[in-house]
């Protein structure tokens, strides 16, 4: 969420010698969720029975609550803003918290002038918070140094863009997918670094996959030792070397002990290399290739990136196979018709350029039912895909426009650099899976963390119980 506002506001004060004992102002806000995160990064206030739900469920008001000092800070704003306004000094201030705000209680706050001190201008007010029951919450006093000279003008208040993201909470949603489900038997080839052991190990504590580690087992026993992972009712399969447990992690799957497959330390070459043999691989009818999911905190939909790992320079008939894989995907992942971007340089078809041509006659073959799943529409340059306003401004009138589910890339060069900046520079949450093969595949880059490791699980996960499903 972000939260950006320019604002024109009228600004008066009330000089000492204007208040009379007696006047107020009043002010009201609703405690939002951001509200309570916000404050907790400006104070550095993490106390869980304000900032961590499941703590706060067996508390004593077992619901989140605000920080006390949210309420005192909306008195200060009063006293600043309008009574007695701009110019007003804080000298003192006593409060007294009556109950708890909890999320979605409307505040308000009352300022009264109780006292005044001609010898230094100092005003005494009455300061009452009452939620929206009319129940007190916080009362108190405060002292200021009233202005005393008048203030009167408009003007014009902008406030900077702040972003709340919690990709954790991202994160933990998505975990939430495969709660309830049975875990799949997933074959780990060769995790041999921390991240790489590391994300299989959550993904079965978190009950989503049965992990088997294949490769050296010395190796990974030494590197759960070193870093802290616990390997009790994890199953080791001992290989030589990674293409040894490429090999083997390959075998388990052909042999039906594994549901899926994962990717370690090793390199991705090595791995595909097994999958793909036609003698002992994991092919299908379909093209293999890869789809990165993605969840970027400033789009308002999920996205699917294809192929940005698996096919170099797709041809027209590989993009079929590729479009085809990742709308199966999005089926699978909730969303019944997937819109479809097939991206290049320029919205509009130039012989000169081959990606608008092949997005032209895929467009084509989806109206033949060759494509099915999904609403096609190409060319579409990136910021057509993604933002409507781009779109109108360009005339492009789409139902995939700005609302693009699937963005379908021209080659791996340019789908890599989309989906890498996306997580590096937007705080996506990313996913990566291999389609197209007998089993959903983890592919995962060296470079990628537990968190998008295990995340990559989750959607494994729920592509081996849709084939489960169907073969049911």
Same mark, same amino acid.
């Given at each position: 969420?972000?939260?950006?506002?320019?604002?024109?506001?009228?600004? @008066?004060?009330?000089?000492?010698?204007?208040?009379?004992?007696?006047? &107020?102002?009043?002010?009201?806000?609703?405690?939002?969720?951001?509200?309570?995160?916000?404050?907790? @990064?400006?104070?550095?206030?993490?106390?869980?029975?304000?900032?961590?739900?499941?703590?706060?469920?067996?508390?004593?008001?077992?619901?989140?609550?605000? &920080?006390?000092?949210?309420?005192?800070?909306?008195?200060?704003?009063?006293?600043?803003?309008?009574?007695?306004?701009?110019? %007003?000094?804080?000298?003192?201030?006593?409060?007294?918290?009556?109950?708890?705000?909890?999320?979605?209680?409307?505040?308000?706050?009352?300022?009264?002038?109780?006292?005044?001190?001609?010898?230094?201008?100092?005003?005494?007010?009455?300061?009452?918070? %009452?939620?929206?029951?009319?129940?007190?919450?916080?009362?108190?006093?405060?002292?200021?140094?009233?202005?005393?000279?008048?203030?009167?003008?408009?003007?014009? @208040?902008?406030?900077?863009?702040?972003?709340?993201?919690?990709?954790?909470?991202?994160?933990? #949603?998505?975990?939430?997918?495969?709660?309830?489900?049975?875990?799949?038997?997933?074959?780990?080839?060769?995790?041999?670094?921390?991240?790489?052991?590391?994300?299989?190990?959550?993904?079965?504590?978190?009950?989503?996959?049965?992990?088997?580690?294949?490769?050296?087992?010395?190796?990974?026993?030494?590197?759960?030792?070193?870093?802290?992972?616990?390997?009790?009712?994890?199953?080791? +399969?001992?290989?030589?070397?990674?293409?040894?447990?490429?090999?083997?992690?390959? *075998?388990?799957?052909?042999?039906?002990?594994?549901?899926?497959?994962?990717?370690? *330390?090793?390199?991705?070459?090595?791995?595909?290399?097994?999958?793909? *043999?036609?003698?002992?691989?994991?092919?299908?009818?379909?093209?293999? *290739?890869?789809?990165?999911?993605?969840? +970027?905190?400033?789009? #308002?939909?999920?996205?699917?990136?294809?192929?940005?790992?698996?096919?170099?320079?797709?041809?027209?008939?590989?993009?079929?196979?590729?479009?085809?894989?990742?709308?199966?995907?999005?089926?699978?992942?909730?969303?019944?018709?997937?819109?479809?971007?097939?991206?290049?340089?320029?919205?509009?078809?130039?012989?000169?350029?081959?990606?608008?041509?092949?997005?032209?006659?895929?467009?084509?073959?989806?109206?033949?039912?060759?494509?099915?799943?999904?609403?096609?529409?190409?060319?579409?340059?990136?910021?057509?895909?993604?933002?409507?306003?781009?779109?109108?401004?360009?005339?492009?009138?789409?139902?995939?426009?700005?609302?693009?589910?699937?963005?379908?890339?021209?080659?791996?060069?340019?789908?890599?650099?989309?989906?890498?900046?996306?997580?590096?520079?937007?705080?996506?949450?990313?996913?990566?899976?291999?389609?197209?093969?007998?089993?959903?595949?983890?592919?995962?880059?060296?470079?990628?963390?537990?968190?998008?490791?295990?995340?990559?699980?989750?959607?494994?996960?729920?592509?081996?119980?849709?084939?489960?499903?169907?073969?049911?």
């Amino acid at each position: 969420m972000s939260q950006s506002s320019t604002q024109h506001r009228y600004l @008066v004060n009330k000089t000492y010698d204007e208040i009379r004992i007696g006047d &107020h102002a009043s002010l009201q806000r609703t405690l939002r969720p951001e509200d309570v995160k916000l404050f907790a @990064v400006m104070t550095g206030d993490v106390n869980p029975s304000v900032v961590d739900p499941e703590y706060t469920e067996s508390g004593m008001f077992r619901e989140v609550i605000a &920080h006390g000092m949210w309420s005192g800070s909306l008195i200060s704003t009063v006293l600043g803003t309008q009574f007695p306004g701009p110019g %007003t000094i804080l000298v003192d201030q006593t409060l007294h918290f009556a109950r708890p705000v909890t999320i979605g209680d409307t505040i308000t706050i009352t300022v009264t002038a109780k006292q005044k001190f001609d010898h230094n201008k100092h005003v005494v007010l009455d300061c009452v918070c %009452t939620n929206q029951e009319g129940l007190q919450v916080v009362r108190g006093t405060a002292e200021v140094l009233a202005p005393t000279e008048k203030i009167e003008h408009m003007q014009e @208040v902008h406030m900077p863009e702040v972003h709340i993201d919690d990709k954790h909470e991202r994160y933990q #949603h998505l975990l939430e997918r495969v709660k309830g489900l049975e875990p799949i038997p997933t074959a780990v080839a060769h995790p041999c670094d921390v991240e790489s052991l590391k994300g299989p190990v959550i993904a079965f504590q978190e009950g989503i996959i049965e992990p088997i580690l294949v490769g050296p087992e010395a190796k990974i026993r030494s590197v759960a030792e070193e870093h802290g992972l616990d390997l009790s009712g994890i199953r080791i +399969v001992n290989a030589r070397h990674s293409h040894d447990s490429a090999a083997i992690a390959v *075998s388990l799957v052909r042999n039906g002990d594994a549901e899926a497959l994962m990717k370690g *330390s090793l390199h991705t070459d090595e791995l595909m290399a097994e999958v793909v *043999s036609r003698a002992n691989g994991l092919r299908t009818a379909r093209r293999i *290739s890869h789809v990165f999911l993605m969840d +970027v905190p400033t789009y #308002h939909r999920p996205l699917l990136i294809t192929d940005a790992a698996i096919n170099i320079a797709p041809t027209l008939v590989d993009k079929v196979d590729i479009i085809q894989n990742a709308i199966d995907l999005a089926h699978i992942i909730g969303i019944p018709e997937p819109k479809v971007a097939i991206l290049s340089a320029v919205e509009t078809v130039n012989p000169k350029i081959q990606s608008t041509l092949d997005a032209a006659a895929l467009c084509k073959m989806a109206d033949r039912g060759q494509i099915k799943g999904g609403l096609l529409d190409g060319p579409l340059a990136f910021d057509n895909a993604v933002s409507i306003v781009a779109a109108k401004t360009k005339g492009i009138k789409s139902a995939v426009a700005g609302h693009a589910e699937i963005l379908v890339v021209p080659d791996l060069e340019s789908g890599n650099m989309v989906a890498k900046q996306l997580e590096y520079l937007a705080n996506a949450l990313t996913a990566g899976i291999v389609l197209g093969t007998t089993v959903p595949i983890v592919l995962t880059s060296r470079a990628d963390s537990a968190e998008t490791r295990t995340a990559s699980c989750v959607i494994a996960a729920l592509v081996a119980h849709a084939k489960r499903n169907k073969a049911s």
